[in-house]
């Protein structure tokens, strides 16, 4: 830790009362008590580390109740089933149908045979009941033909929807074992991090930690911006030579004049 001015345009704002990351009470242009940038970034790196379990974990999390391709299979399987399960009570109906149609056509057929009680004008309309009849079974039985193959069609579906169902389920419990055991890890993890985190941090000035925390809600968590080759890489811009020249030297808290970030340059 070093007694650091802060200067460039962070700087300049202050005189102005503009700057809001770097708020201090001294006087402007006089040395400020502020970490060593290096410090911060080494904070920064704990909690990006920190950023990153935590979004794992809310991502296990959701994951762990999204079950809704298992559902929808469970919903697909049982309409199959219960479309089997109709057609199979429907090729009972008909399957009864065809056997009260066949044995009335054998009764009709044998009582014209025998010709015993049948009299003369009955005949005609005995005919007529057997080629309705007739008619009625080949009806049924082309019916059963169509309803048999949609029942094939329908239980092989069904079988099909089973075997899908099985196999996320498998995946789901498999699935959830690996995230359960990738969650405890995460959660395991983070307490010595926080800690480590908390060590670091109590090193830093509260006023720079404040201003720290405030840039890194601004900054999609990232406050410190190492500079490479000349380039801020929290925003990919190259910076002023003179500006990188002060954030190397360590003695000022230079900020990148395009997104406001700390510089940490080695
Ligand atoms: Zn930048």
């Known amino acids: 830790m070093g007694r650091l001015r802060i200067s460039g345009p962070c700087a300049m704002a202050r005189k102005a009362g503009l700057c809001s990351y770097f708020p201090y009470s001294g006087t402007p242009g006089k040395d400020v008590p502020v970490t060593v940038v ?10 990006l580390a920190i950023d990153r379990r935590m979004k794992r974990l809310a991502q296990i999390k959701a994951a762990l109740k999204e079950d809704a391709v298992l559902a929808g299979a469970r919903k697909d399987q049982a309409a199959s089933q219960a479309a089997s399960k109709d057609l199979q009570s429907k090729q009972k109906t008909l399957e009864l149908d065809l056997a009260t149609a066949k044995s009335r056509y054998a009764t009709v057929e044998m009582r014209m045979m025998s010709n015993e009680g049948v009299t003369a004008r009955e005949l005609p309309a005995m005919e007529r009941e057997l080629a309705h009849v007739k008619q009625q079974q080949k009806s049924l039985e082309e019916q059963g033909v169509v309803l048999l193959e949609t029942l094939q069609k329908t239980h092989a579906q069904a079988q099909a929807h089973a075997a899908k169902v099985q196999e996320l389920e498998q995946a789901w419990r498999e699935s959830q074992r690996d995230l359960l055991a990738e969650q405890a890890a995460l959660q395991a993890e983070l307490t010595p991090s926080r800690a480590e985190r908390e060590g670091q941090a109590a090193g830093v000035q509260a006023v ?37 020249q002060q954030a190397r030297a360590g003695k000022a808290l230079a900020t990148c004049p395009t997104c406001g970030r700390i510089m940490f340059a080695e």
Do not use: W
């Not at 720079?208 to 490479?228: N, S």
């Open 38 to 47: 290096k410090d911060l970034f080494s904070l920064q790196q704990l909690d």
């Open 208 to 244: 720079t930690m404040q201003a720290y925390e405030r840039l890194r809600i601004k900054k999609a968590g990232v406050a410190v911006a190492r500079v490479e080759k000349g380039i801020c890489t929290g925003c990919r811009i190259s910076l002023p030579t003179m500006l990188i």
